[in-house]
């Protein structure tokens, strides 16, 4: 059974500073990865989208990497501002079927302090 | 906006009561899905389903029906509400394609609170 997990579950940084948010999975035979962004009371917002090919994925500040063997992900941000404050998700797809299931990690609080 | 409806955004039962929670939306995606968020759990699949016509269980169905009416909705029913479902409800859809990946879009949610 595919599992994810997200690490930290919080983290709290200074603007400004760069950050790395991390997601790992024990089962390596995904077909993708992907992050969302939830702000609070919200529905979910796809940020970027990995699939099992490739190594990494760039939306602007944003920069997520997968390393399918070792079943990890890590989605860096850059030179944080306040409005990245959110809580983030990954979520990963079996290779198996086509039905479009998502397993998620619990997620990363985030606060990006003025 | 195109996007994903789901009503209401929230409610407040009893024990044993029963409800329908709406979804629908308008980017004639295929596939559409129930999940349920729970503090510190991340969200977890209730039912999906794949196709017009087809439904399937998710990771934690017990205590849900669906309906896929048509291609644009589908509905969760609580037959008989419980406060251990007590939640915040997401439903979402997308248009599966094996190269493209998935283009998932999610509604706003219902908060549900089951006294």
């Known amino acids: 059974k595919q599992e994810v997990t997200q690490i930290p579950a919080a983290l709290s940084v200074p603007e400004g500073e760069n950050l790395v948010l991390n997601c790992s999975f024990t089962?390596?035979?995904?077909?993708?990865l992907q992050w969302f962004r939830q702000d609070p009371g919200k529905g979910l917002t796809s940020l970027l989208l990995?699939?099992?090919?490739?190594r990494e994925q760039t939306s602007g500040r944003l920069n997520a990497s997968l390393d399918k063997s070792s079943g990890r992900s890590t989605l860096y941000i850059a030179a944080s501002q306040p409005g990245d404050s959110a809580t983030y998700l990954c979520?990963?797809?079996?290779?198996?079927?086509?039905?479009?299931?998502?397993?998620f990690g619990q997620g990363t609080t985030l606060q990006v302090k003025p | 906006n195109a996007g994903v409806t789901q009503t209401p955004k929230f409610q407040v039962l009893k024990t044993g009561q029963s409800m329908t929670l709406q979804c629908a939306q308008d980017?004639?995606?295929?596939?559409m899905y129930w999940y349920r968020q729970d503090p510190g759990m991340g969200l977890r699949l209730i039912y999906y389903?794949?196709?017009?016509?087809?439904?399937d269980k998710g990771e934690v169905p017990n205590g849900y029906n669906v309906s896929r009416l048509n291609k644009r909705e589908f509905s969760l029913r609580l037959e008989s509400a419980a406060p251990s479902q007590t939640s915040v409800y997401f439903c979402?859809?997308?248009?599966?394609?094996?190269?493209?990946?998935?283009?998932?879009?999610f509604g706003s949610g219902t908060r549900l609170t089951v006294v």
């Open positions: 979402a859809s997308s248009e599966p394609r094996f190269r493209d990946g998935y283009g998932y879009t």
């Open positions: 089962d390596s035979a995904i077909y993708n």
């Open positions: 990995i699939q099992s090919s490739q």
């Open positions: 979520a990963v797809r079996g290779a198996a079927g086509n039905t479009g299931k998502l397993i």
């Open positions: 980017m004639n995606h295929n596939s």
């Open positions: 389903s794949a196709s017009e016509g087809t439904t």
